[in-house]
């Protein structure tokens, strides 16, 4: 079973559990019909929880699960990411990925230089934004038609065409 990462813990609300969740996704309306999801801690210990409540907050959800309910129990969350099988999802349009399977590939230039690999994506509103980091040097790599020319994740790579200007 391949899990997907939807989000991150950041902190409690309130006094009874509920947890604020920065989303990965771009709507929060795939998580509507979901009754279950996994929470991995920074060990990497992964436990699966059923939903009690859900609600949408823009790009956050709250979430309130079963067995958590004080501010104790919710703390101990905090930091840990938020999983759904991958299988509980809708499948992609062709040129769509998620984001957990783009970090880590190889970035290369449609003339053959490695840039790197994409250590993070930024989200700014108009696309995406993958920073490509190679021994301390970090490239940031619009994710958009112009720029990205394929991404290939059977072979772990991204092959790019560069903007004028953005690399000396």
Request: aromatic share 6%; net charge negative; glycine share 10%.
């Amino acid at each position: 079973m391949g899990l997907i990462v939807v989000g991150e813990i950041v902190k409690t609300r309130g006094l009874r559990g509920c947890v604020k969740v920065i989303s990965h996704l771009e709507s929060g309306n795939i998580l509507q019909d979901i009754q279950f999801l996994y929470i991995e801690e920074a060990s990497g210990h992964k436990a699966r929880y059923e939903i009690s409540r859900l609600t949408h907050a823009g790009r956050h959800f709250f979430l309130e699960l079963k067995g958590i309910s004080n501010i104790d129990a919710a703390q101990k969350l905090v930091g840990a990411r938020v999983l759904l099988p991958r299988d509980c999802l809708d499948p992609l349009a062709e040129g769509e990925y998620y984001w957990q399977d783009i970090i880590g590939l190889s970035v290369y230039t449609d003339q053959g230089r490695h840039l790197g690999r994409v250590a993070a994506i930024l989200p700014t509103g108009a696309n995406d934004v993958y920073v490509c980091s190679d021994e301390g040097t970090e490239v940031l790599i619009p994710a958009i038609a112009d720029v990205i020319k394929e991404i290939d994740l059977s072979s772990r790579k991204i092959t790019v065409k560069l903007p004028e200007g953005l690399m000396e």
